[in-house]
């Protein structure tokens, strides 16, 4: 199955701006991938157009809805193919970010190395 794993990193935008969270998106039998997404708090307006919703519960975010990455197949213009995909609603453990780069923090935060590329 596929699943949202680790300690996802929270980027609070100013009012008005998308929040974007930084998370690792598990597929099934596959190595973790780092991602981005825009997020609202529920109950908040959306800022951008395709955007989760998260409610606060201590240190976990329970997100809707479900998280769906697909890519088009180069041979294949027309031909979408589902990289990940975890259910409806989903929870994942997080820290809200500080300064600096929310990928710097989301590898940190999972104990994975740091790249000087950021």
Do not use: C
Request: net charge negative.
């Amino acid at each position: 199955m596929d699943e949202v794993v680790g300690t996802a990193i929270l980027v609070k935008g100013n009012s008005g701006h998308a929040q974007l969270l930084y998370l690792l998106a598990k597929p099934e039998g596959k190595e973790p991938r780092i991602t981005a997404i825009e997020v609202h708090e529920e109950g908040t307006q959306k800022v951008a157009n395709v955007s989760w919703a998260y409610r606060v519960d201590g240190d976990k975010l329970h997100m809707t809805p479900s998280l769906h990455i697909r890519f088009k197949w180069p041979e294949e213009p027309f031909d979408w193919r589902t990289e990940f995909h975890n259910g409806f609603n989903w929870t994942v453990g997080f820290k809200v970010a500080g300064p600096g780069s929310g990928f710097r923090q989301l590898r940190e935060a999972n104990g994975m190395p740091n790249v000087d590329s950021d």
